[in-house]
């Protein structure tokens, strides 16, 4: 019966229970399995929900509603309208991503609220409930006391009262590129972090007990709890501020400049709130409900949405070696009246082009090149508003020949525009900035806020930004422009409403362990369970020379093994990946660099096989439309035998399987890149044992043989 169900494209099994209720007796919903129980209820007019999960309590009864500025609060004196459940169960098909379809089966319950007494304004409340966790939201409706309005604070709670183990990053307003710490909810403490630079820490952190979503928990009871939201739009995001003696987490949204969380006129919606729990912390990393709470998309014609494999002169700048400025004094000019250059700007039209031949040689389909445009020398911390111009190269960089020189072989080009925090001047020359784009034949972009925002004191996560940041990805999507983000808000899953808005970085990306100490090993087991949630993160692996650096630093490196590194291309799926290194260290090492050309971008399906936050994290996927499938494992700084059951492949089918590990004394510090590459025939009965270094890790490719598979001298695996 349920492959019936799931066999059509899109069913809608609508059970509508309309009721007046007054009374203040609770509302129950049953998950459509009967393992989630929501209960709703108003306590003395006070709206609270709480969720378990079979026998367990994942959230008490917490709080809903809010503080208005200059009018009343809307957080008590209801009664219930009417409340409305039913179930929806549907298949719907992503334009990339993780699965070929996605079912959204849930039971919604949809509670109208009225204040019994002065202006009688109405609030709806809207709970979407899965079997793997709850989504809700609050609807403002149209009503004739309530139009425009400022949210002061949202009150919405997560009473957990449990000192759940939580993987954390500070309440920070403006950046999410921290080191995640696993404490005890007890032991938060946003200011015991390094400050990023993008203010003072009233500006930035305020709140010592402050922390990021996604939070990823982990309860006594066994429970693994991740708190988000999805669909963030025209609002800020939500932090949690963590009470450490009732463990009651509530909703901290990020302000703007004067103090006020959002401008919201009837009808509005916030975004959803959303708790994902399960017993394995595998069912955390497969759940849809974050892109099951967001809209279809808006893009109509999606057929140039492509996922993207790219190089980049990008890689030799982060490590010191050569520079996105062109000269090195503004101020002085030659006889001519022209800058002088400084010998080592990257961005130069032959060093592009031998980029642009790397990537032809190789079936990379992209390029991007940062350092091309004028406004480097003085891009960041000087307040500069119009700094950038989006359209002037660099004298050396010459623009109609590098278009002409990536057409003839086959390579697309990808912008940079980085803005410098300047949110107002890039808002003033979206238009002209993309136009250039399609002029001059870019077919994506990489943008990027490094800084304090413009306008002043606003916030990269405050409703302003979060406003900024949807209208690029609108100006993009009509320019036909793919969008990368870097410095923006933390994904919510708008990329099934804005599938041009393929990636993001908001968060701590490879790039830290070239220009600082680096994030440690776990890093990368705990970025699926947090930042990952939202969505793809432009986390630039494929580091091949993992040390020596920045010429000032000599014992700046990878915190990983070089096998570990080919393994995230799997286990951080993203339609945007990088291979990051520079050509001559993948001409270096080819046959590893075989895997990250044949990794795929787009899944048909994708199991996580075993998964620990903080410790390791094994899944296999199938390349969209073919019988391809790649795995990747990796570990923390722990070495760890994995082994790898087989059986989802096809039954009777013979794959060769490529299986790229760690060397055998391969140690993410003392020898990171040892590594080595096996061939196997396997079948769906074939285990792989196979072993992962400290900070190490395994990719594997399994592909069908076929009459042209050359499998001279290749051993069958026994099982
Ligand atoms: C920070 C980005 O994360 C990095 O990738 C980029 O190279 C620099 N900003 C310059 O835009
Ligand atoms: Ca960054």
Known sequence: MRKIILSVFALLIAVTMGFAQSSSSPIIVKSPSGNLELIFSLKEGVPYYSLKRKDLVVVKESRLGFILKNAEALDKDFSIQNATQKEIDENWTPVWGEERTIRNNTKTLNVELVEKTGAQRKLNIVFHLFDDGLGFRYEFPIQPNMKHFVVAKELTQFNLGRNDEAFWIPGDYDSNEYLYKKTRLSEVDAWGTPILSYGTREDNIPDQNAVQTPLMLKADNGLYINIHE???????????????????????????????????????????????????????????????????????????????????????????????????????????????????????????????????????????????????????????????????????????????????????????????????????????????????????????????????????????????????????????????????????????????????????????????????????????????????????PGIFKMRNYASQDSDRQMHTTLAKQLALYVTMSSPLQMAADLPENYEAHLDAFQFIKDVALDWDKSIYLEAEPGEYVTVTRKAKNTENWFIGAITNEKARDTKINLSFLNKGQKYLATIYKDGKNADWKTNPEAYQIEKFIVTNNSNLNIRLANGGGAAISLTPVTSSTAVKNIKVLKK
């Not at 901290?252 to 919606?269: E, F, H, I, Q």
């Not at 606003?458 to 609108?474: F, I, K, L, P, S």
């Open 230 to 540: 999805a669909g963030l739009l025209n609002y800020p995001a939500m932090q949690l501020h963590v009470d450490k003696k009732d463990f009651n987490l509530s909703a901290d949204l990020v302000p703007d400049a004067v103090g006020n969380m959002a401008y919201l006129r009837t009808p509005a919606k916030t975004p959803w709130r959303t708790i994902i729990v399960s017993d394995k912390a595998t069912d955390i990393l497969s759940s849809k409900i974050i892109l099951n709470l967001n809209e279809p998309s808006k893009v109509q014609n999606t057929s140039w949405i492509k996922p993207i494999k790219f190089v980049g002169v990008w890689w030799e700048m982060q490590t010191g070696k050569t520079s996105w400025n062109y000269t090195n004094n503004l101020d002085v000019l030659d006889k001519n009246g022209n800058h002088i250059p400084n010998g080592v700007h990257a961005a130069n039209t032959n060093n592009v082009k031998k980029y642009i031949d790397f990537a032809s040689k190789h079936g990379i389909n992209s390029v991007l090149v940062e350092g091309w445009n004028t406004g480097w020398e003085e891009w960041v911390g000087n307040r500069a508003e119009e700094n950038f111009d989006f359209v002037t190269p660099y004298p050396d960089f010459d623009v109609k020949e590098i278009q002409k020189y990536a057409a003839s072989k086959g390579v697309q080009m990808m912008m940079h525009n980085e803005t410098g925090g300047s949110a107002t001047n890039y808002d003033r020359l979206l238009d002209t900035a993309y136009t250039f784009m399609n002029k001059f034949g870019y077919t994506s972009v990489k943008t990027g806020y490094v800084g304090p925002i413009i306008p002043t004191k606003e916030h990269h996560d405050g409703q302003w930004m979060v406003n900024h940041y949807t209208r690029v990805a609108e100006v993009a999507a009509k320019h036909q422009v793919m969008v990368n983000m870097h410095e923006s808000v933390r994904p919510t899953g708008l990329h099934r409403t804005y599938p041009n808005w393929v990636a993001n970085e908001a968060g701590r990306g490879n790039e830290w362990n070239a220009f600082t100490f680096g994030s440690p090993p776990a890093h990368e087991t705990i970025l699926p369970f947090t930042r990952l949630m939202g969505g793809p993160m432009d986390y630039t």
